[in-house]
Nanobody, 125 residues
Framework: QIQLVESGGGSVQAGRSLELSCVAS????????VAWFRQTSGKKREGVAA???????QYADSVKGRFTISQDTAKNTVYLQMNSLNSGDTGVYYC???????????????????WGQGTQVTVSS
């Protein structure tokens, strides 16, 4: 089992920044990839950024150049630095851990076994 707890959400104005954190506990050694997803009411949950155990990262096209995912393995924490936020970034952000995520399907929801409770990000224009 892996437990994930997100934090760092909030309400900001467009153009500002936020950093989300995801702290993992339990059998974290089993995970090969941690990703951030987001969901807005009425829309499908979408992948935002992912980081593999070896450090390789992938991003959704909509956040490339603005968001940065990183990890501190000593703290079992994955971060999502979000810059130049816009209203389209509003949503609930979820951290997820997968045991055998494939690089060519990094945002496939079915590949992620463990999920956090989510943290709300609201960007006002």
């Amino acid at each position: 089992q892996i437990q994930l707890v997100e934090s760092g959400g909030g309400s900001v104005q467009a153009g500002r920044s936020l950093e989300l954190s995801c702290v993992a506990s339990g059998s974290t050694y089993k995970s090969n990839c941690v990703a951030w997803f987001r969901q807005t009411s009425g829309k499908k949950r979408e992948g935002v950024a992912a980081i593999f155990a070896g450090g390789t990262t992938q991003y959704a096209d909509s956040v490339k150049g603005r968001f940065t995912i990183s990890q501190d393995t000593a703290k079992n924490t994955v971060y999502l630095q979000m810059n130049s936020l816009n209203s389209g970034d509003t949503g609930v952000y979820y951290c997820a851990a997968g045991l055998s995520v494939l690089p060519w399907a990094v945002f496939d929801l079915l590949d992620y076994t463990y999920w956090g409770q989510g943290t709300q990000v609201t960007v006002s224009s």
